[in-house]
């Protein structure tokens, strides 16, 4: 079993930036990683993946301001967000595929973007 716990959330003012971690407690060298968000009254969405081979996938709601990263070693993997916009406020949760074996989820951490 993984768990997953994010960091590096938190109040950001719009154009600002934003690098959210997610540290598991054991490997993730078999894991499909994806960070999801949702908004207040909204459903869960996908973000952005990282395959285990390091292949990665954006929604386009961030393409071109959000770039996703892992590191096997260290058992973490990265969101850098930038040019945030007041919609990127959410809960964002990690995920982990370990396929034909199960998924696990992070707790989740909050974004806001606001003036």
């Known amino acids: 079993q993984v768990q997953l716990v994010e960091s590096g959330g938190g109040l950001v003012q719009p154009g600002g930036s934003l690098r959210l971690s997610c540290a598991a407690s054991g490997s993730i060298f078999s894991c499909n990683m994806g960070w999801y968000r949702q908004a207040p009254g909204k459903q869960r969405e996908l973000v952005a993946t990282?395959?285990?081979?390091?292949?990665?996938w954006f929604a386009d709601f961030v393409k071109g301001r959000v770039t996703i990263s892992r590191d096997n070693a260290k058992n973490t993997v990265f969101l850098q967000m930038n040019s945030l916009k007041p919609e990127d406020t959410a809960v964002y949760y990690c995920?982990?595929?370990?396929?034909?074996?199960?998924?696990?989820w992070g707790q989740g951490i909050r974004v806001t973007v606001s003036s």
């Open positions: 995920h982990c595929i370990r396929v034909g074996i199960g998924d696990y």
């Open positions: 990282i395959t285990t081979g390091g292949s990665t």
